[in-house]
Every structure is written in C-alpha cells, then in structure tokens.
C-alpha cells in the first residue's frame, strides 16, 4: 500500500513539472527579443522559467520530503498495528492455550476421581468376596471337623465292639478249651454224640418258604402286535434337520411310536421294520422275560455246605459254596455264610476252599474279546457264583496284597498264598481269618457239590424286581446275563446256558403273543455284534408290557428323563425331565433309546429309536432328543405335520 502511494505522487510531481516549463526551448545562443505586445525580452522570460523550474523543484522535493515522511509515519503505526495484533493473538493464544489447560486438567481430575472410585469399588468386591470364601472355608472346616468327629466316634464305637468281639471270643476259646479237657476223659463216645448233635441241629435250621411267583405260561399265544403302516413313514423335520445339521443320514435311523395303551394304530414307523443293533437296548427284552419266567419275588439262592466230621473245632474236609446265579452277591453276604459256618463250633478248616458253579454252563470267552479292555467292569463274564460283580475264580493283580493288610496272616500253603489273588478265595480269607480270627489250611479248588455234603445255611439274594432296577437303570451287562443263564437254568433244567437261555425267552415272548423272527439274542445284554431286532418289535414288546401284570415293577426300572441312572443328566434343563422312562444304549456305531413318555396330552406313548450309523454314537444324541420332544409335544397338537 505504501508503495502505490509513492508512486502516485511521483507522477503527480512530474505531471505538475511539466505544466510549469515550456516544452519548446530556444536554443542558447539565440539572443532573447523583445515582445512587441508584452515589451518583455527573451532573457527575462527565461529567468521566469527558470525560476519557476526552480521553485517546482523545491515544490516537488518538499513534497517528496513529505511523502516519504507520511509514508514513514504510516509504515510506523502499520507496524504498531501489527506489533498490537500480535500481541492481541499472542494473548488470545495463551487464552485458549490455558483453556485447554484447563479442560484438560478437569477431564484428568474426572478419570482420576473415576479410577479411584472403581478401585474403591474392586476393592470392596474383593474384600467381599474375601469374606463370603473366609466364611465359606471356615463353614467347610466346620464340617470336616463334625465330620472327623463322627468318624472318630465311629471308630471308637468299632473299636470297643471289636474288643468287645475280641473278648467274647476268648472267653469263647476259653470255654473250648475247658470242653477239649473234658473231651479227653471219653473221646470215642464224645464224637458220636457230637454227630448226632450236629445231625439234629441242621434239622432244626429253618428253611424259607417257598414264595408263589407271578410267572407266565410259555405256551404260545395268538400274535398280539400292530404291523400296519402309522400315520407317519418318515422322521419329524425337526429330527431331519438335525440330522443334516450333523451330515448323519436318515437311513440309518429307526422310530416306532404307538399309544402304550395299544389302542389304535401307530403314529410313527419310520423304517421300523429294520433289524438293527440294540445295543443295551436288549436288557428291556430280557428284564421283562425274566418278571414273566422268573417272578418279580424271584429270589437267587447262595449255599455252603461242609464235607467232613468236625473235631475239636477242626473241620477235617472241605467247605464247599455252591452258586445259582446270584447277579448280586457281595461281602455282606459272604459274611452271613460265614457267620453260621461259624455258628457250628468249626474255628479251623484243614480242607480246601471248594466253589460250585456247575449250574450255569457258560462258554469260555477272554474277557477282552469285544473291544479288548479285559479289565472293564462291562466286560466281566457271568458265572454261576459271582462276586462283587467277578467270577468267583477270577484273579486281580494285587490283590493278595489287600488281603494281607487286612488280615494281617498269610497262608502256609504256597498254593493258598497264589489263590489269596482270586476274587472269592481272597474275600473269604479276609472275612473268615482276618476278621474272625479263624484258621484255614486248605486252598481254593473247583468242584461239585458230593451227595454226602452237610447244608450249613442257605442265602437269598435281593428280590428279581429289585435287581432289575440295577440292570436297567445303570445298564449293568454281567448282571443281564446272569438274568438269561437263570432263565436258561429254570425253564429247560440246569445247567443254564446261553443258548437255552435265549430259547427260553423266545418262548416268553410267544406266549405273550410277540413273533418277533428277527430277534438274535447272544448274551441278553446287548454286549454284542450280532444282536438285532427292529424298532417295531422293541415298541410292541413296550406296549405288551405296558398291559401286563409286571408293568409297574417293569416301569419302576427305567431310568427317568434327567433325574437317575443313565439319564440323569440328559435333557435335565427341558420341560420334559421326570415325565419319560427309558433304556439307553450305546456301543461304537450304535445309539438307542427306548421306553415311555407321559406326553403334554396326558397320554403315556411308547418311543423305540435305534440308530445304526457310523456318527450314531458320538452325533445323534440330540436329534433322538428332539424326536422325544416331537412326540410330547405333537401329542397336544394331534401330531400335526411338523
């Protein structure tokens, strides 16, 4: 701006330079004339010009002077101006810069008074929860020392009845010494009386009465089943589409759905008429046979019988235990034989240890021959004395070792000390020398009952509907077993076999009007590879049993949906938990579910699933599931397509 003012006075000095001077100059050595009008010469007029030229000048510098005095006058207060605003954005700048200070410092303040209060509230948390596992763990001590109290008020109560025991027993030692030292004074005549006393006391041992089974005819009956088509052929779209969400083919899988009350037709057959794999499946087949053959009061008798005089409290033979296929017998049991071996005055046994098993005659079979894990409970082999869920001559790897812990006395024999390994010979070394203090000389041995044995007492097992409910809520396989070689044994005579065994429960089944010929029983169990029977003949056997006399004791052996046994924890969360009873099974490549569902309607319905397919196992359990919920819920919706 000061530049274009300069310059806009420059022109003007010039322009007003040039309005004061004569543009056509004389040359100089032209003599100046006079005018003729003015009478003025040459030379004055040039003075005049000159002197105007000169005052111009001065007028021109003069004005320069005070232009550039202007201009500086005005580049000073431009730069006060400046200096002014600078200072003014300077101030607004550490205005604002202080602002953001300030904000800054308030929004820090906020987070730090933010922080502090959740740390103030962890810490509160924590201390909370600090107290809530102090008062935790000290409730817990409380316990365990209640516990440990009762455990040692336990013990001593043992303690002083195990001297009280110990007592009885020396004073009972004492007493047969005193009559060992009479014995002496007339031996011979002694003995005879002895065996008559013996004689008269196994008299006087009472016998059960013999208990009127339910049992059901085995002759055959007019068939009794439904094998039309049901109102559905084909799985629920929900089962469908949790097959496909699982890429299982439907193929595979079986369903048989009918009222249990066997009023109308079927609701669902959905390649029902299949003969599959039950897997444990098949124990419903062979509980419901052995309520018909056996009777629900069925009760397995465990005997033990002496072979030989006693003298001097020394049975001089052999205690024989003879079994009938108790599926459940135990040490409590054992003890009870024991206990009235005892109760005949015999404190030493310079015999053996017999057992009797002839009455079931069961091929050998390695235990591990299904799937090679020969030490698995699944896998124990049925016998006609079992123990603790184990043949009775069956030999554990340290178990002599146990034995001898308890008992505190090892076998002289070589031969006892090799058996103190086997499952009966090792319990019964426990119980009978090292809890009763008695002796033993002999070893275990097989054999058969001799004609001349004495029957000391005779045991009877739980009751069969009680057993069942171990069987099929717990999916027991030994004791299924057990089941058919009873069968076996009862309806065809002894010894019972698997053969006759199955036989017998095909005549069952006739009798109550079910032809089922695709039915393969091996082993009664579903422990097998070549069982099969299809979901239809499952369902109509559910429904025959539904009507029948056992139905109650049948039913009261199922396990119930998400409550016990082997479905305690399936579909617990649902509506449908405690309304259905059933019976799993699973093996590799195999998963079935069969049994009865108290539908939303109010109606019990019966369910038959097996699935045959290689992710049947690891896969389809929930789309056997949703088949369940289908028919509880479809019921109240008439089944409608879904």
């Given at each position: 701006?000061?530049?274009?003012?300069?310059?806009?006075?420059?022109?003007?000095?010039?322009?007003?330079?040039?309005?004061?001077?004569?543009?056509?100059?004389?040359?100089?050595?032209?003599?100046?004339?006079a005018?003729?009008?003015?009478?003025?010469?040459?030379?004055?007029?040039?003075?005049?010009?000159?002197?105007?030229?000169?005052?111009?000048?001065?007028?021109?510098?003069l004005?320069?002077?005070?232009?550039?005095?202007?201009?500086?006058?005005?580049?000073?207060?431009?730069?006060?101006?400046?200096?002014?605003?600078?200072?003014?954005?300077?101030?607004?700048?550490?205005?604002?810069?202080?602002?953001?200070?300030?904000?800054?410092?308030?929004?820090?303040?906020?987070?730090?008074?933010?922080?502090?209060?959740?740390?103030?509230?962890?810490?509160?948390?924590?201390?909370?929860?600090?107290?809530?596992?102090?008062?935790?763990?000290?409730?817990?001590?409380?316990?365990?020392?209640?516990?440990?109290?009762?455990?040692?008020?336990?013990?001593?109560?043992?303690?002083?009845?195990?001297?009280?025991?110990?007592?009885?027993?020396?004073?009972?030692?004492?007493?047969?010494?005193?009559?060992?030292?009479?014995?002496?004074?007339?031996?011979?005549?002694?003995?005879a009386?002895?065996?008559?006393?013996?004689?008269?006391?196994?008299?006087?041992?009472?016998?059960?009465?013999?208990?009127?089974?339910?049992?059901?005819?085995?002759?055959?009956?007019?068939?009794?089943?439904?094998?039309?088509?049901?109102r559905?052929?084909?799985?629920?779209?929900?089962?469908?589409?949790?097959?496909?969400?699982?890429?299982?083919?439907?193929?595979?899988?079986?369903?048989?759905?009918?009222?249990?009350?066997?009023?109308?037709?079927?609701?669902?057959?959905?390649?029902?008429?299949?003969?599959?794999?039950?897997?444990?499946?098949?124990?419903?087949?062979?509980?419901?046979?052995?309520?018909?053959?056996?009777?629900?009061?069925?009760?397995?008798?465990?005997?033990?019988?002496?072979?030989?005089?006693?003298?001097?409290g020394?049975?001089?033979?052999?205690?024989?235990?003879?079994?009938?296929?108790?599926?459940?017998?135990?040490?409590?049991?054992?003890?009870?034989?024991?206990?009235?071996?005892?109760?005949?005055?015999?404190?030493?046994?310079?015999?053996?240890?017999?057992?009797?098993?002839?009455?079931?005659?069961?091929?050998?079979?390695?235990?591990?021959?299904?799937?090679?894990?020969?030490?698995?409970?699944?896998?124990?082999?049925?016998?006609?004395?079992?123990?603790?869920?184990?043949?009775?001559?069956?030999?554990?790897?340290?178990?002599?070792?146990?034995?001898?812990?308890?008992?505190?006395?090892?076998?002289?024999?070589?031969?006892?000390?090799?058996?103190?390994?086997?499952?009966?010979?090792?319990?019964?070394?426990?119980?009978?020398?090292?809890?009763?203090?008695?002796?033993?000389?002999?070893?275990?041995?097989?054999?058969?009952?001799?004609?001349?044995?004495?029957?000391?007492?005779?045991?009877?097992?739980?009751?069969?509907?009680?057993?069942?409910?171990?069987?099929?809520?717990?999916?027991?396989?030994?004791?299924?077993?057990?089941?058919?070689?009873s069968?076996?044994?009862?309806?065809?005579?002894?010894?019972?076999?698997?053969?006759?065994?199955?036989?017998?429960?095909?005549?069952?089944?006739e009798s109550?009007?079910?032809?089922?010929?695709?039915?393969r029983?091996?082993?009664?169990?579903?422990?097998?590879?070549?069982?099969?029977?299809?979901?239809?003949?499952?369902?109509?056997?559910?429904?025959?049993?539904?009507?029948?006399?056992?139905?109650?004791?049948?039913?009261?052996?199922?396990?119930?949906?998400?409550?016990?046994?082997?479905?305690?924890?399936?579909?617990?969360?649902?509506?449908i938990?405690?309304?259905?009873?059933?019976?799993?099974?699973?093996?590799?490549?195999?998963?079935g579910?069969?049994?009865?569902?108290?539908?939303?309607d109010?109606?019990?319905?019966?369910?038959?699933?097996?699935?045959?397919?290689?992710?049947a196992?690891?896969?389809?359990?929930?789309?056997?599931?949703?088949?369940?919920?289908?028919?509880?819920?479809?019921?109240?919706?008439?089944?409608?397509?879904?």
């Amino acid at each position: 701006m000061l530049v274009k003012r300069t310059g806009i006075i420059t022109v003007c000095s010039i322009m007003l330079a040039a309005c004061g001077t004569n543009n056509v100059r004389t040359s100089s050595n032209t003599l100046p004339t006079a005018d003729p009008l003015e009478g003025y010469s040459d030379s004055e007029t040039r003075y005049v010009v000159e002197q105007q030229e000169q005052a111009g000048a001065q007028q021109y510098t003069l004005r320069m002077q005070q232009a550039e005095q202007a201009a500086a006058t005005q580049r000073r207060e431009w730069k006060q101006q400046k200096l002014r605003q600078q200072r003014e954005a300077q101030q607004r700048y550490e205005a604002e810069k202080q602002r953001i200070a300030r904000e800054k410092y308030h929004q820090r303040y906020k987070a730090e008074q933010l922080r502090l209060a959740e740390q103030k509230l962890a810490e509160e948390k924590q201390q909370a929860q600090r107290l809530y596992y102090q008062r935790k763990f000290e409730a817990e001590q409380k316990r365990k020392q209640a516990e440990a109290a009762e455990q040692h008020r336990l013990a001593e109560q043992r303690k002083a009845f195990a001297e009280k025991q110990r007592l009885a027993q020396q004073q009972q030692r004492q007493a047969q010494q005193r009559q060992l030292v009479q014995q002496r004074q007339a031996q011979q005549k002694q003995l005879a009386q002895q065996h008559q006393a013996q004689q008269r006391q196994l008299a006087r041992i009472p016998q059960p009465r013999p208990v009127v089974q339910q049992q059901a005819s085995l002759r055959p009956s007019p068939a009794n089943t439904f094998s039309g088509q049901g109102r559905l052929q084909r799985l629920p779209g929900a089962v469908l589409a949790n097959l496909r969400l699982r890429r299982i083919s439907e193929r595979g899988m079986s369903a048989y759905v009918r009222p249990a009350s066997g009023r109308g037709p079927a609701v669902l057959t959905a390649a029902a008429d299949t003969p599959r794999n039950p897997a444990s499946t098949m124990k419903l087949v062979t509980t419901y046979a052995a309520l018909g053959v056996l009777g629900p009061n069925y009760r397995w008798p465990t005997e033990i019988f002496i072979a030989g005089p006693v003298v001097r409290g020394t049975l001089q033979g052999d205690v024989i235990i003879k079994g009938y296929g108790d599926p459940d017998f135990k040490e409590a049991d054992l003890n009870r034989l024991l206990q009235a071996l005892s109760g005949r005055g015999i404190n030493n046994i310079a015999g053996n240890l017999v057992t009797d098993i002839s009455h079931f005659n069961v091929p050998y079979r390695h235990p591990g021959a299904f799937d090679g894990k020969s030490k698995a409970a699944y896998n124990a082999q049925p016998e006609a004395l079992l123990y603790q869920g184990r043949g009775s001559n069956y030999r554990f790897k340290n178990l002599s070792k146990r034995v001898q812990r308890s008992s505190h006395r090892m076998p002289a024999n070589p031969g006892a000390r090799a058996d103190l390994n086997t499952n009966l010979f090792g319990a019964f070394w426990k119980v009978w020398v090292g809890r009763m203090g008695k002796g033993m000389q002999g070893q275990l041995r097989n054999g058969v009952t001799p004609p001349q044995a004495q029957l000391v007492y005779r045991h009877h097992s739980r009751p069969l509907r009680q057993i069942i409910t171990t069987i099929n809520k717990d999916s027991n396989n030994v004791m299924a077993r057990q089941l058919m070689l009873s069968m076996g044994a009862k309806g065809t005579g002894a010894p019972g076999t698997p053969r006759n065994g199955a036989q017998v429960i095909g005549s069952f089944l006739e009798s109550r009007g079910l032809r089922f010929p695709e039915l393969r029983i091996e082993n009664g169990a579903g422990l097998s590879r070549i069982s099969r029977i299809s979901a239809r003949s499952l369902g109509e056997m559910l429904v025959n049993a539904y009507n029948s006399p056992w139905r109650n004791d049948y039913m009261n052996s199922l396990a119930v949906l998400g409550v016990d046994g082997t479905l305690r924890n399936r579909m617990k969360k649902s509506g449908i938990a405690g309304r259905g009873r059933f019976k799993t099974g699973t093996l590799r490549n195999v998963r079935g579910l069969a049994g009865y569902v108290q539908a939303a309607d109010g109606q019990t319905y019966v369910v038959s699933i097996l699935h045959n397919d290689n992710k049947a196992r690891s896969k389809a359990r929930t789309a056997h599931d949703e088949l369940v919920k289908w028919v509880y819920y479809g019921a109240r919706g008439n089944f409608a397509s879904r």
